[in-house]
């Protein structure tokens, strides 16, 4: 269609400028703006304020949250630490009663040993004792029999202790 026009010669018509249309389009446009101003603007202003105070709410809650969800993790990482030095608090008082009891084992196992000791010692003292005793009688009948058969003659009984006893006093000293 174009082309038709420009062959017929009507090129002035494409690029014609009629003023008339455009007093009649700033007109309008001078219309919709002042009723847009006067009836729209302060709806279309006070939704865009309520936008922008829910979107500033929103932000400050979600900066709230973050905030707190900071401090949540900060109070649990310093729970955590506290955890872990409780825990080895924990494990150094083991330790340390594992080594007081063995300590305390040790000492009770080296009283017993001394007393098993001295135990031994004076029941050998005993034993030794009663083998000084039984050697004693042993040789105080031997002494008897010996003195009975050398002198073959009856002592009285006074006599007999009294070599027994010098006899024994005698071996005792040697």
């Known amino acids: 269609m174009c082309m038709k ?7 002035l018509q494409l690029v014609n400028i009629n003023f008339d ?12 703006f002042l009723l847009y101003k006067f009836l729209l603007h302060n709806k279309v202003m006070a939704v865009l304020d309520e936008r922008k105070e829910k979107v500033n709410s929103e932000m400050n809650a979600a900066e709230a949250a973050q905030a707190e969800a900071e401090a949540v993790k900060q109070e649990y990482a310093q729970r955590l630490e506290q955890s872990k030095e409780e825990a080895s608090q924990i494990v150094a008082a083991a330790v340390k009663r594992a080594g007081e009891r063995e300590a305390e084992i040790i000492a009770q ?22 083998a000084i005793n039984e050697i004693k009688d042993q040789i105080a009948d031997i002494v ?9 003659k009856e002592i009285s009984a006074k006599e007999n202790e009294a070599l027994i006893n010098k006899f024994i006093a005698e071996v005792g000293n040697e």
């Open 144 to 152: 008897i029999m010996a003195s009975e058969k050398v002198c073959e």
């Open 21 to 32: 249309t455009i007093i009649f389009t700033l007109i309008n446009t001078l219309i919709i």
């Open 5 to 11: 026009l420009l062959a017929e010669g009507n090129t």
């Open 109 to 130: 196992a080296n009283q017993e040993a001394a007393a098993i000791r001295i135990k031994a010692e004076e029941s050998i003292e005993l034993e030794k004792k009663k």
